[in-house]
């Protein structure tokens, strides 16, 4: 009797992400695909979605490849991919131009105007500034910069949507997106009409796609054309995918209340479920009704770059590290790790792409103060990640405020890969890393989702509780999170201090 296998695909920032796994959550094989963005100017990027969809199939013939597994064996498939994603396309799939994917902010003008309509649909952003990442932002901006193909599309849509479509020839919309992104509420009916009226966005309501389904929701089986093109079966079952970093809260086991998922990667994002909806100035988003699990408000903190900055130094300055034993992250981590807490006097500001929480500020900017000639790449590496720290304990600290402790935190994604950058998590923080025996949580918990749609456990507890499984833990250092302490006042005092300077030079750009 054959095995039954699923697959859990991952269209990240970066590329596209495949995994075969069984049906007890063990990982057969794994395959990557890198796909590009375009920057045209600052705050904005860009890709393809033609590049999506050719890298999916790249990843999936590879990935079956390594796994031996014969197509048939393959019950099931889920994705979870990048949100707020935006496109403008035609009922037949065919996009309209390139997609404004999640990062882009160009639309900070639309954004700052919605967040002046006063209507109750901007509780789901804390009352506080919209952000320019969200669907009516790139929508409004869309509409006013490129009339000819807003007024075309037959579909205003996300990326889900269309690969929704490419795979099975429907057209449908997600609750992680709507919910988080769209301002979908569901106790109250559904879209706030009154709201998209008062934006100037009344029309669009008849380009997003009608029907609508929960995560993990049975779409049907692989087109023809869609399971010849990745190499696969036409009887393998599709589960309704939605947003990444959700979708990565069931690769971490977060299905009930009382834990906080953080999901790293380009971008770092904290996320906790709740029963109770309140809605107040939190500096965090939500509660979203049944973006994750039916009945369950999702509460949302994030960052916008997070790994991207990274990335970005090591691409652009670390060359020289490429060559030596372990690549450049393998020295860049070894030199860091000798230097105390703090880089000797550096101190970042994560805002290369703006801020998403608590401030949602898209026209600030990354900052390294502290330079002196005696800094090198080792320094600015460290310096780097406690950025990133800092911010997310912002984010964790918003938490706190609104009455949820946060002890621990159960982390997948790309900074797993750093023992370093893990423990400069634990110890600004001052709460334990857990970390799963698979921490690509994204990927996993696409694969949970693909086991829910085909019948094969009976809901996402079930699912989670045989498929996901913990291996390491990171406690925090006392005497670091002391020094880390009085850096991070610092970094708080920042934005109140120099965000009307930052928004001021930033706008000598546009």
Not at 349 to 377: K, M
Request: charged residues 20%; aromatic residues 10%; proline residues 4%.
């Amino acid at each position: 009797m054959s095995k039954q296998y699923v697959i859990g695909i991952d269209g990240g920032t970066g590329g596209m992400r495949v995994g075969i796994y069984d049906l007890d959550g063990h990982e057969v094989a794994y395959a990557a695909t890198e796909y590009v963005t375009t920057h045209e100017h600052p705050g904005w990027a860009e890709q393809k979605p033609s590049d999506w969809w050719n890298c999916l199939a790249a990843s999936t013939h590879e990935v079956l490849k390594k796994s031996g597994i014969n197509k048939e064996e393959i019950v099931a498939l889920s994705y979870d991919v990048t949100c707020c994603s935006v496109m403008l396309c035609m009922k037949d799939g065919t996009p309209l131009r390139d997609c404004l994917i999640w990062m882009d902010v160009r639309a900070a003008q639309e954004a700052a105007f919605i967040g002046a309509c006063g209507k109750d649909a901007l509780k789901f952003n804390g009352y506080g500034n919209v952000s320019a990442e969200w669907m009516p932002c790139k929508a409004l901006w869309l509409k006013k910069h490129e009339p000819e193909n807003y007024k075309k599309a037959d579909l205003v849509c996300e990326y889900a949507d269309w690969l929704t479509y490419k795979l099975t020839g429907k057209w449908t919309a997600n609750l992680s997106n709507m919910a988080a992104r769209w301002y979908y509420d569901v106790p109250t009916g559904g879209f706030p009409r009154d709201f998209y009226e008062a934006i100037g966005l009344g029309d669009v309501l008849d380009k997003f796609p009608k029907e609508i389904h929960y995560l993990g929701d049975n779409l049907g089986t692989l087109t023809k054309q869609a399971a010849e093109f990745l190499g696969l079966s036409e009887h393998t079952i599709v589960g309704q995918g939605g947003v990444d970093a959700y979708i990565g809260c069931f690769g971490l086991g977060v299905t009930k209340p009382g834990k906080v998922a953080l999901i790293t990667g380009s971008s770092h994002l904290a996320m906790g479920l709740t029963r109770d909806y309140k809605y107040s100035k939190t500096g965090m988003f939500g509660p979203f009704p049944d973006a994750i699990i039916k009945g369950l408000g999702l509460l949302e903190g994030g960052q916008v770059s997070s790994g991207s900055i990274v990335s970005w130094f090591k691409r652009y300055f670390c060359k020289d590290l490429e060559s030596q034993p372990g690549g450049a992250y393998g020295v860049l981590n070894r030199e860091a790790e000798k230097l105390e807490p703090g880089s000797d006097g550096l101190l970042v500001l994560d805002w290369w792409q703006g801020n998403r929480t608590p401030y949602t500020d898209p026209n600030v900017r990354g900052t390294i103060y502290g330079l002196s000639l005696g800094h090198t790449q080792a320094h600015l590496f460290r310096a780097i990640m406690e950025g990133v720290a800092y911010g997310t304990e912002n984010v964790l600290q918003c938490y706190r405020k609104s009455g949820i402790p946060v002890k621990e935190v159960c982390m997948g994604g790309g900074t797993t890969n750093s023992q370093l950058f893990m423990q400069i998590h634990a110890d600004v923080s001052n709460v334990v890393v857990n970390v799963p025996e698979n921490p690509q949580s994204c990927t996993l918990g696409s694969a949970i989702l693909a086991v829910v749609a085909a019948g094969l456990y009976k809901d996402f507890d079930e699912a989670a509780a045989r498929m996901v499984r913990y291996t390491k833990r990171i406690d925090p250092i006392p005497e670091n999170h002391e020094k880390y302490k009085k850096i991070f006042d610092q970094y708080q005092k920042a934005y109140g201090a120099f965000g009307d300077w930052m928004r001021e030079t930033t706008a000598l750009n546009k």
